[in-house]
């Protein structure tokens, strides 16, 4: 089934490491990519936006800052938001690189979730690193691939858990992002914002805009 692409924004990044690869794009608005069938273990970050995912039969309603694992064998239809960019980052691994107990614990854990620090960091490391000279390519694979794993483990962790880890800020982040998704076009206030999030106005330019005092 050939994959259909419409309105990509800006394609930042897409890195392959042997069984594993890591990718980042923005989609404008009404962008669409599908309908396609899943081969990898993949895990999906919306940083910005929202997502309707059509899996087979079903279908899953995403927003910024969540994230879903996706499992190979599937049709899959993304349709992003029609009234704004959809930026979203990714992290897939080919099936034969994984443990068939892993396969399992993955497919199984496909629901919606809430990114935490430790996702989001993983995941930037993914996209980011890079090694300087010419490294060995079997070092340099398997590193990537533990990275990956990691990444889509820990996320099947606080979904088999319900208790992903959370920082100071990640809640009150999430709080905020939905406030200003329902308000969007809207002047907003710092004060407004903090109640949304259920914190003070201090602590939310402390602890989620990283702004000192």
């Known amino acids: 089934m050939p994959e259909i692409l419409k309105n990509i924004s800006r394609m930042n990044l897409r890195m392959r490491r042997g069984a594993v690869v890591f990718g980042e794009v923005i989609y404008a608005p009404g962008g669409i990519c599908g309908p396609r069938i899943q081969h990898d273990y993949q895990l999906v970050i919306l940083h910005r936006g929202e997502l309707d995912l059509q899996v087979d039969d079903q279908h899953v309603a995403l927003a910024a800052p969540y994230a879903i694992l996706l499992s190979p064998g599937h049709r899959e ?22 443990p068939q107990k892993l396969r399992r614990l993955f497919r199984s854990s496909g629901k919606p ?43 099947a962790l606080g979904i088999q858990a319900r208790s992903p880890v959370v920082r100071p800020g990640d809640k009150a982040l999430a709080r905020v992002e939905q406030f200003m998704l329902k ?6 206030s710092l004060k407004e914002m903090a109640a949304a999030a259920g914190v003070s106005r201090q602590h939310l330019l402390r602890r989620v805009f990283k702004i000192g005092f």
């Open 183 to 188: 308000q969007f076009g809207q002047t907003l």
């Open 77 to 98: 239809h993304f349709i992003f938001a029609k009234e704004r960019d959809t930026h979203h980052s990714w992290c897939s691994i080919d099936v034969r690189a994984i």
């Open 113 to 155: 979730a809430l990114v935490d620090s430790n996702t989001e960091a993983l995941m930037e490391l993914g996209k980011t690193i890079f090694h300087e000279g010419r490294p060995d390519l079997f070092l340099e694979n398997t590193f990537h691939l533990n990275l990956g794993l990691a990444l889509l483990t820990g996320f």
